[in-house]
């Protein structure tokens, strides 16, 4: 990733999880943990496949699949309590972050994410790397979630800039999915 290929762009959009913060082995800790207290399998494929979902959604797809009954919002609410433990272990992505660091003030710059608020403003903050960003869009402030376009699409409204002329960095399918949606060239940053 080379900075230069962003200049032609007018917004910059950032995924957080696995994006601007290598969380997602931390994220997969707090799963399986959790998980594992209520007999539901999950596997390290089928994760980073269901990345930026948000947590109660994937909680109550994989139970209706395993035919177990709980409580999704409150087992995603356990799940986010044990990452919350480990955030102080995320590291940065360091490539993207020093591109986001060279954008800063240059370019409105969102972080639009399936994670929540609280989550993603932590990370942000255990990173050094809040002030570098206008708004963050997270799962609270969109009904529909990545594959849908709305997170990207509402960033791009709150910074003020044509969809078109954004582009998205992501580390998930479902996320490349919810930029061509939007009309947003991405980076997979994999």
């Keep these: 990733?080379?900075?230069?290929?962003?200049?032609?762009?007018?917004?910059?959009?950032?995924?957080?999880?696995?994006?601007?913060?290598?969380?997602?082995?931390l994220h997969y800790v707090a799963w399986h943990e959790t998980l594992l207290r209520y007999g539901i399998e999950f596997t390290n494929d089928r994760f980073y496949s269901m990345g930026g979902m948000p947590s109660a959604g994937i909680v109550r797809i994989l139970a209706e699949e395993q035919n177990v009954v709980v409580d999704p919002p409150r087992v995603a609410d356990e799940k986010e309590a044990a990452f919350?433990?480990?955030?102080?272990?995320?590291?940065?992505?360091?490539?993207?972050?020093e591109i986001a660091q060279q954008f800063h003030q240059k370019k409105p710059m969102a972080v639009a994410s399936g994670s929540g608020r609280d989550i993603v403003q932590r990370q942000l903050a255990a990173l050094g790397i809040s002030d570098l960003f206008a708004t963050i869009v997270a799962s609270e402030d969109?009904?529909?979630?990545?594959?849908?376009?709305d997170v990207f699409l509402e960033a791009a409204s709150r910074l003020g800039v044509d969809p078109t002329r954004c582009v998205v960095f992501e580390d998930s399918p479902l996320g490349f999915q919810a930029a061509d949606a939007a009309g947003m060239d991405w980076v997979d940053v994999r």
């Design 1 to 25: 990733m080379n900075a230069n290929d962003f200049e032609k762009y007018d917004g910059l959009i950032f995924d957080c999880d696995g994006t601007l913060a290598d969380s997602m082995p």
């Design 142 to 149: 969109t009904e529909r979630h990545k594959p849908e376009p």
């Design 84 to 97: 919350t433990e480990l955030i102080v272990q995320v590291q940065p992505k360091v490539a993207v972050c």
